[in-house]
């Protein structure tokens, strides 16, 4: 079983940027699609962006269009979401996890990561 270690989050102002980053054991990865969720207190766990396991494909949730991008190393058994022009609503804990495109998650999900993002 994949084990996926998100990192990267932070306390940030409105407008500015982060790279989350999901590191994953195993020597499958590149045999998977990958996907970023985050779930924001009181909410359920929503999509955000997912990745085909070559990386030529790449989805999008609405909110996060034109200004999230998704990418993918392989050799680095990574997965990356760089977060460009953030927002308020954009605060929340971001997971990484396998994923049947475009956003059915497999099940295995990290401990996440904390993007805060003040007005």
């Known amino acids: 079983q994949v084990q996926l270690v998100e990192s990267g989050g932070g306390l940030v102002q409105a407008g500015d940027s982060l790279r989350l980053s999901c590191a994953a054991s195993?020597?499958?990865?590149?045999?998977?699609?990958m996907g970023w969720f985050r779930q924001a207190p009181g909410k359920e766990r929503e999509f955000v962006a997912s990745?085909?396991?070559?990386?030529?494909?790449?989805y999008y949730a609405d909110s996060v269009k034109g200004r999230f991008t998704i990418s993918r190393d392989n050799a680095k058994s990574t997965v990356y979401l760089q977060m460009n022009s953030l927002k308020p609503e954009d605060t929340a804990v971001y997971y990484c996890?396998?994923?049947?495109?475009?956003?059915?998650?497999?099940?295995?999900w990290g401990q996440g990561t904390q993007v805060t993002v003040s007005s």
């Open positions: 996890t396998a994923v049947i495109l475009p956003r059915v998650s497999l099940g295995s």
């Open positions: 195993g020597r499958t990865f590149s045999s998977y699609a």
């Open positions: 990745i085909s396991e070559s990386g030529s494909r790449t």
